[in-house]
């Protein structure tokens, strides 16, 4: 037991010797391991206080390096702004110089115009005394001596004047009447409207000679009735199975026809039934104007009208002019006028309203004073219709003077449809007056040989007497009677004036 307690005691007191050797151990070798972690801190702090020297010597290098380009650089950047300064003095200089040389040389010109104004005004006056001295020693004045040159130049150079003129004045009509023609010639092929000559007269087709007494009726009293009630002549003896309806408005003749064929297909004709069928007749007829004037729009394809105006425009289906329907004439002039428009690069949509206006007055002429283009102005500006387009209209017989040139074509559009063969009639004596007339005023000038009214008044030939009328004279003569034509006249379409001066020498030889 003793041996165990001493084992026990010798293992504790081992245990404690075997500790303490351990912690002086322990405590030597971390002495040990300090020392030599100080050591290579020490040592690595030398070596990166070396590393540092070294780059403070390399970036003072460097920077003593950069400082010596800086220098060099500022120095190359001197000597440019001092030689571009002596550029810029030099150039002063140089222009300083220029303007002092161009002062001087605007002091020397304006004194040399001042002495090129003192020599003309010394030539000036020489010049008035040399015309004084020449008109007094001539006896003559200087216009009369400067008219009798050009009288006597003229006189000289006459035929050669006279030739230029021609040829210049040919050369001219030819370049202007072939670019006419095409211009015209393009505005006719695009209308095609049909066109029917109307008289005053229309005609009833009667089943039978038997119901002529139905219409006369008792002591005329049937026939007297229709001619009151629709305002027109009615003629049943002259033709058989005919009947004659003579009236100079269109509209009271339509109305007088169509309630006399509704009385022919009802069978009984008296007062009462004739009022009836007038009346039926007046309704049908304000209906037919009302679609005529919305077809005639809807075909020009022309909007913005008032309804009233669109009616009148159908009135113009009853009216004639010189046997022409007016509304067809209308409708033909707006096509026309838009065509010549578009070549001449006017305003189409204005000719075409213009035209299709241009005898607006007609519908109610027989109604109120004044020419029917004053009525269709006031018709017009009543409804608020453009101005341009009263401007165009107003024109087309030269009552008023053409403000555009949309009322020049209103104009030739007018009388290309009025003057085409067969568009209008006129009467055996109208006819004759006018071209009795034409030749009138032919001879009324002096120096007059022959004169003739050819090609239906289209033309007038004039022959003149040789030794009245020179070169000169026949050209200023062939104006004066196309003036007076012009002014004393009224003809559709337009008239050509030729003057014929022919001198004629026989000899006879024995």
Known sequence: MENILIFVIIGAISGIVGSIFGYFVRQSIVKKRKGSIEASLQKKTEQAKKDAEKIIEEAKEQAKK???????????????????????????????KKISDFDQKEVDFAGRVEKVRKI???LLGLKEEVEKKLEKLSGTSKEDAKAELLNKVEQENES?????????????????????????????????????????TSTVSLPSDDIKGKIIGKEGRNIKTLERLTGVEIIIDETPETAIISSFDPVRRQIAKLALEKL??????????????????EKEITEQIKKSGEQAVYDLGVVGFDPKIVQLVGRLRFRTSYGQNVLLHSMEVAHIASAIAGELGANET???????LHDIGKA????????????????????????????????????????????????????????RPGARKDTVENYIKRLEELEGIANSFKGIDKAYAIQAGRELRVFVKPNEINDMEQKKLAKK?????????????????????ENRIIEHAK
């Open 481 to 501: 009677i196309a003036d007076k034509i012009h002014e004393d006249l009224n003809y559709p379409g337009e008239i050509k004036v030729v003057v014929i001066r």
């Open 364 to 419: 109610v002429d027989h109604q109120f004073e004044g020419s029917h283009v004053d009525i269709g102005v006031k018709i017009l500006e009543k409804f608020h219709v453009d101005k341009n387009i009263i401007s165009a209209m107003k024109s087309h017989h030269e009552e008023y003077p053409a403000e555009s040139l949309e009322a020049i074509i209103i104009q030739a559009a007018d009388q290309i449809s009025g003057a």
């Open 264 to 281: 022919m297909q009802d069978g009984r004709i008296q007062p009462a039934k004739i009022e009836s069928k007038v009346e039926e007749a």
């Open 160 to 200: 050669e004047i006279m030739e230029k003129m021609r040829r210049l004045e040919d050369d001219g009509i030819q370049k202007m009447e072939k670019r006419a023609k095409e211009i015209l010639a393009f505005a006719i092929q695009k209308c095609a409207l049909s066109q029917a000559q109307e008289i005053t």
């Open 350 to 356: 204005v000719c075409k309203k213009a035209g299709l």
């Open 66 to 96: 950069y400082s010596k380009e800086a220098k060099e650089e500022e120095e190359n950047r001197r000597r440019e702004v001092n030689k571009t300064q002596d550029i810029l003095l030099q150039r002063e200089r140089l222009l300083e």
């Open 120 to 122: 003309k005004e010394n």
